[in-house]
C-alpha cells in the first residue's frame, strides 16, 4: 500500500477494494492497483494506491511468498 503513485510501473483503476483507517481516524479510499519495481530484481504485484496513506506498507507474508516463489 502506497501513496506515491510514481512508483508505479502500471496502475488500473479498481473500485473493487474498501476503503482504508488512517491513522488521523479517517478514510481513503483504495484508488487503483498495480504492480511496482521494488528494486531491479524485486517486483511487487497487487500494490494498493491510497491517496492519503502518508506512509508505503509492505505485507511480509507477501514479501515471503514472492521470495520463495522464485
Given amino acids: 500500500m ?3 503513485k510514481q512508483k508505479f510501473v502500471s ?3 479498481s473500485n473493487k477494494f474498501s ?3 488512517i491513522a488521523d481516524d479517517t478514510q481513503s479510499p483504495v ?3 498495480g504492480v511496482v519495481q521494488a528494486t531491479l530484481p524485486l ?3 497487487d500494490v ?3 491517496p492519503k ?3 508505503s506498507l509492505l505485507s511480509i507474508s507477501q514479501f515471503i ?3 520463495t516463489a522464485k
Fill in 65 to 67: 511468498y514472492i521470495i
Fill in 43 to 45: 517486483t511487487l504485484t
Fill in 19 to 21: 476503503p482504508v483507517n
Fill in 11 to 13: 496502475l488500473k483503476l
Fill in 53 to 55: 496513506f502518508s506512509i
Fill in 2 to 4: 502506497t501513496d506515491i
Fill in 48 to 50: 494498493l494506491f491510497v
Fill in 31 to 33: 484508488v487503483s492497483n
